[in-house]
């Protein structure tokens, strides 16, 4: 085979892949495509209709453009574990690609079921006692003894969707938060803490050692204090909260919250600076 012919066939993938990816997106309800750097992780924020991908000019890229389609159509806004919503994902972009035409590559399945034991393997790594008798399945996960296999409920857990993301003494994690902690461990590790915009959430998160490091545990707490306030003053409709996998890194995601970045920016620092008995004034120098 000749050269040019090679690229030709390459052309005409590339030109298939991205009509099917348009396709798809349209039918999964996103409003925003946002391309990424080949460095960066693709994903999706389902209450926004936005994901994050790099253009779909291979069979490779274009399964990932589905997967995160498949989040958005699956209103993915981390009411249900993050096993049982990668199974959801990984299971609505094969038949998507089906629907297409695609032959889902053998080595695209391999992988979608191996995240799906991850996620599983995490999720026990933290405790739970619970899993998903769907996802275990569909992925040859064996749980081990005392972890009971559960059937799905399509509704979200007690109190609601927004009452259970209340933080309560940081004692609910959220999947969510917990993969926002994990991007912020992995992108923003040279700042210390800070305030990120995300569309209509605003994310409080620090990589100060959560786990390690007991002063940043109470600076979590003491911001936790003043987020409550903030949630009755309705300038938050509610928030969740999550670490990153060593526990290294945090996140606070605040929904729909209309305080400023400035203020939310203060609030992170003066509580680090009052956990840490460093200073009290807020005037000061913000150094850690
Ligand atoms: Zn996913």
């Known amino acids: 085979m000749n050269i040019e012919k090679l690229r030709e066939g390459k052309r005409a993938m590339a030109d298939r892949c991205r009509a099917v990816a348009e396709a798809?997106?349209?039918?999964a309800g996103v409003k925003?495509?946002?391309?990424?750097?080949?460095?960066?992780r693709a994903h999706a924020h389902a209450t926004a209709?936005?994901?994050?991908?790099?253009?779909p000019t291979t069979r490779r890229r274009l399964t990932t453009v589905a997967h995160e389609c498949g989040h958005v159509a699956l209103n993915d806004d981390g009411r249900h574990r993050s096993h049982r919503?990668?199974?959801?994902?990984?299971?609505w972009s094969f038949e998507a690609l089906r629907r297409h035409g695609i032959a889902?590559?053998?080595?695209?399945?391999e992988s979608g079921k191996r995240y799906v034991r991850q996620k599983i393997d995490q999720a026990i790594r933290r405790g739970a006692k619970r899993i998903d008798r769907e996802a275990a399945r569909w992925c040859g996960y064996r749980l081990p003894a005392g972890v009971e296999a559960v059937r799905h409920s399509p509704l979200p857990p007690k109190g609601g969707r927004y009452a259970e993301r209340k933080i309560?003494?940081?004692?609910?994690?959220?999947?969510?938060?917990?993969?926002t902690a994990n991007y912020v461990h992995?992108?923003?590790m040279d700042q210390h803490?800070?305030?990120?915009?995300?569309?209509?959430?605003k994310i409080l998160y620090g990589n100060d050692g959560y786990q390690q490091d007991e002063r940043v545990r109470r600076e979590v707490k003491l911001l936790d204090e003043r987020l409550l306030e903030l949630l009755m003053q309705r300038r938050a409709t509610g928030s969740s909260f999550g670490v990153s996998d060593g526990g290294g890194s945090w996140a606070i995601v605040l929904h729909d919250c209309t305080a400023s970045v400035e203020e939310l920016n203060a609030m992170v620092w003066e509580a680090w600076l009052e956990a840490s008995g460093l200073k009290k004034d807020r005037n000061e120098q913000q150094e850690t």
């Not at 309560?168 to 993969?179: I, L, R, T, V």
């Not at 803490?193 to 959430?201: M, Q, S, T």
Request: glycine share 6%; charged share 30%; with cysteine.
């Open 85 to 91: 919503q990668e199974y959801e994902a990984c299971v």
């Open 193 to 201: 803490r800070g305030v990120l915009v995300y569309g209509a959430e």
């Open 168 to 179: 309560k003494g940081n004692e609910y994690f959220s999947p969510e938060a917990n993969e």
């Open 49 to 55: 209709r936005a994901i994050y991908v790099q253009p």
């Open 186 to 188: 992995e992108h923003l």
């Open 24 to 27: 798809i997106v349209k039918e």
């Open 104 to 109: 889902v590559p053998r080595k695209e399945v």
């Open 32 to 40: 925003k495509v946002v391309e990424i750097k080949p460095s960066q």
